[in-house]
């Protein structure tokens, strides 16, 4: 069963950087046919998609996002990463892990981190 | 491109329903459905507009055509009550629905 797992700072400043951690268990994250993906959820808010990446080095990003993000894979300790760049308090939100998967040419986020729940305030 | 959902729908126990997620030629891409209990990470229910994980109860089915997919619950129980999600990928980007709430009176 693949689990993931989020770790962040949970407060964050006001125009400081946000940086998420996902360790990946039960899966590799340099899978062929899977992708790692965030997405978060504001309060009351729908899912909102962020970011998703291939250990080849192909990633996709929110249009919305993507001047302030960056996503990277770590193999050596199966983890994936974001990046977030000048925060507001509308970047206050429950980041989740996912992964992304690819199988046949297809895309859907199968299985999901409990989410790490961040706050932008000063 | 955007895709519109229901806010909210009311089933009694035991009844069908149906949320729907339309979008422009949705039927041309994949659907994916997701389920969220408050307090819980969401969880795949529908993928490949019809297909259904290992574990989920057979009453969820799916279906996507035109403009609309679909999802439908048989027979639905006071446990199925949740926010329910599509979302869907144009190549580029994955897009989610704003969301049905479900509830079960």
Redesign the interface.
């Known amino acids: 069963q693949v689990q993931l797992q989020e770790s962040g700072p949970g407060l964050v400043k006001p125009s400081e950087t946000l940086s998420l951690t996902c360790t990946v268990s039960g899966a590799s994250v340099n899978s062929r046919s899977s992708y790692w ?1 965030w ?1 978060r959820q504001s309060p009351g808010k ?4 962020i970011a ?1 990446m291939h250990y080849g080095g192909s990633t ?1 990003y ?2 919305s996002l993507r001047s302030r993000i960056t996503i990277s894979l770590d193999t050596s300790k199966n983890q994936v990463s974001l990046t977030l760049k000048s925060v507001t308090a509308a970047d206050t939100a429950l980041y ?1 892990c996912a992964r ?1 998967n690819r199988d046949g040419g ?5 299985f ?4 790490a729940l961040v706050t932008v305030s000063s | 491109y955007e895709l519109t959902q229901t806010p909210s729908v009311s089933v009694s126990p035991g009844q069908t329903v149906t949320i729907t997620c339309s979008g422009d030629k949705l039927g041309h891409k ?1 659907a ?1 459905w ?1 389920q ?1 209990k408050p307090g819980q ?4 229910v529908i ?2 507009d019809k297909k259904r ?1 290992s574990g989920i109860p057979e009453r969820f089915s799916g279906s996507n055509s035109g403009e609309t997919a679909t999802l439908t619950i048989s027979g639905t129980q006071a446990m199925d009550e949740g926010d329910y ?1 599509c ?1 869907t ?1 144009d190549g ?8 049905t709430t479900l509830t079960v009176l």
Request: glycine residues 14%; hydrophobic residues 30%; aromatic residues 26%.
């Open positions: 993906g997405i729908p899912l909102e998609w998703s996709y929110s249009p989740f992304d297809t895309q859907q986020f199968d999901w981190g409990r989410g | 994949y994916t997701y969220q990470s969401p969880v795949m993928y490949q994980p999600y979302q990928w580029t980007t994955a897009l989610f629905g704003g969301g």
